[in-house]
């Protein structure tokens, strides 16, 4: 979970012929039954899966969430996490195909992942508090609040197992969660300490009082590891802002020009990498392909009227304080620009790394989009683009994956978000892999995972089994009747 607040993500536009397409299924309380045994399947086969959560609640209000002490910080979350409620759950599952070479004479590869995304609308059946904070966010962003009321599927904490009329429902959620354990697959999170307390709490077992139970439950439920993109990139990109939708443009900016502009990209982005002599002067083609389950319904366009890259950037017309952290308490409202291509060229050009031939990478971006169709062409490759596919028809519901081209200016919704995190782990993950080519994936794993980001402290919170924690009895039983 990213915990910041932007524009809405629901809107759509696209950006000449490099268009962006995001397919996803909305999973509600009318057709979850049908889609269940797909994604069942998908989990099982897939290489990583990504998650991203939307609650009623961050507890901004109590300093006691940002406390120094971590198992101060951890009781003040599990309160905020009990009187709460999750609204919806998005999670990306990426299938990594292999590694294929366009050509003899082509020393790029492409890496091709199937990312299959979904959205599941929740409501909570039990009290729940709401943050007025929380509530406006929820709304900016387009989540219509009727909805979640009449088409999200119940779902009970784990605190309460009584009787419901919606029983079945709240089976087949708790079966998806027990899904997501049995795959033992890596668990993929940007910031997601909170995430994932909402989602044991949710659909595993109460929340244990001390933390070290709770991070040795993790650790049993995801032998596969818990990788933070956030931590990632703060702690080992190095990078000046990581916010989550900064990150993923920057990445898709360079993955979706031709071969000789993404060299350049990488250039200016992998100059210390290559300094060391440890980064490939060429970057893999990345692709994320999918096809969507049902017909797809795009939205209206999202009107909006930025300055010129050029000149907000001359001018310093962008928010710095969105550049920063990602979040802007005026929101839609600001005066400033929040547009991301603004803010990577004004990083760029503070840091000295544009090169003289391309001082105006707006023009450059605009050039890239009228040569990516004909290298496209070339590659019979499709650019960064996200489908699912189909499961057989007796199971799929006529109308339910919807396909948006997101305006970058308006990332956020929790199935974009998971897509998102997964995309950009999938560039750690591969950056990683050529900086260090001769490293296992236990290596990898060891530089990479199993650390949860942790806001305002120095150092990430370890997701590894104490030799003196024991797990607890909540998970213990969950586990047992998972078998």
Known sequence: METSSSSSSSSSSSNGNDSEVVHYVELTRHNLSHYIVSIMSLMHNASFIAI???FTGLGLTRPETRAANIEDRYGALRKLVDSHALVAVGFSIFIERPRVTQSPTDNDSTLLYDVHVFQLLLCCTQDYTVSPESLRFLVDNGYDLNRLVRDGVPYQPMTSIEASSDGQRIHLLRSLFDTLIRARRPLVVHNGWLDLLFLYHGFHAPLPNQLSAWVADLCDMFPAGIWDTKYTADYIDREPASFLALLYRKWAVIYSCTTNQRWHASERLHKRRRAQGTASPATPYLACITHPMAPAALPTKCKTEEPSLAASTENHLYCEKYANHGHCLLGRHCPYSHSLDVILDAQEQRTGKASA???????????????????????????????????????????????????????????????????????????????????????????????LYLIGKSMPLPMVRSAFATTSAGHRRRMASMK
Do not use: W
């Not at 994956?401 to 993950?429: C, E, K, L, N």
């Open 357 to 451: 031939g391309s001082k105006k990478k707006s023009r450059k971006r605009a050039q890239a989009s009228q040569e990516h169709s004909e290298h496209e062409n070339k590659r019979h490759c499709p650019p960064t683009s996200i489908a699912t596919t189909s499961p057989s028809s007796s199971s799929s519901p006529s109308s339910s994956s919807i396909a948006i081209i997101p305006d970058p200016s308006h990332y956020h919704a929790a199935y974009f978000d998971a897509y998102m995190t997964g995309y950009v782990h999938a560039v750690q993950r591969q950056a990683q892999r050529e900086q260090h080519p001769d490293h296992t994936d236990d290596q990898l794993r060891s530089l990479m995972g199993d650390r």
């Open 52 to 54: 991203d959560c939307e």
